[in-house]
């Protein structure tokens, strides 16, 4: 069984808030970020990293596919109703954001953003993400996320309306 080494394993849990925070922007809930961070803890668990690659890059890129995963698998579950679980549809129905009304502003206008252009403003601008790093988590060109940050500020811009503004 692969095991993590203890630099790794620091890294790791030194990018766990940022993860969680990637995995909530995936997913839109609470709860399924919880559900999709725990997933990927555990296969870089189960997995290992590799000794040659970059801790927190590597994480993020396991969680993107192990989203992916469940995007597919939720998919099949759409297709074929009788064979998935009961269980899966007594789910938890979390409320999106709670809080202050400019966090619910904000995170319904980031919900209207292009899955793409979410993901690369979502890394570059909250996990402090270079361009570069952001461009090897998503697997595209470092041109493709400057595109699709600055497609996601203008759009921002015309879906945002702060509380009170109206």
Known sequence: MPSLSDS???????????L????YSLTGNAADAD??????????LSKGIPED????KWSYRVCKNVWIDELR?????QRYPSIADEEEDARSTE?????????????RAL???PEDQRLALTLVTVEGKSYAEAAEILEVPVGTIMSRIARARKNLLDIYSPPGAD
């Open 20 to 23: 969680r925070r990637f995995c």
């Open 95 to 107: 409320a999106v954001a709670e809080g202050e009304q400019a966090l619910d502003a904000v995170s």
């Open 111 to 113: 919900e209207q953003l």
């Open 35 to 44: 559900d999709l961070l725990q997933g990927t803890v555990e296969k870089l």
């Open 53 to 56: 690659a970059h801790t927190a």
């Open 73 to 77: 698998s939720r998919e099949v579950r």
């Open 8 to 18: 790794q394993r620091e890294a790791l849990m030194a990018e766990l808030g940022g």
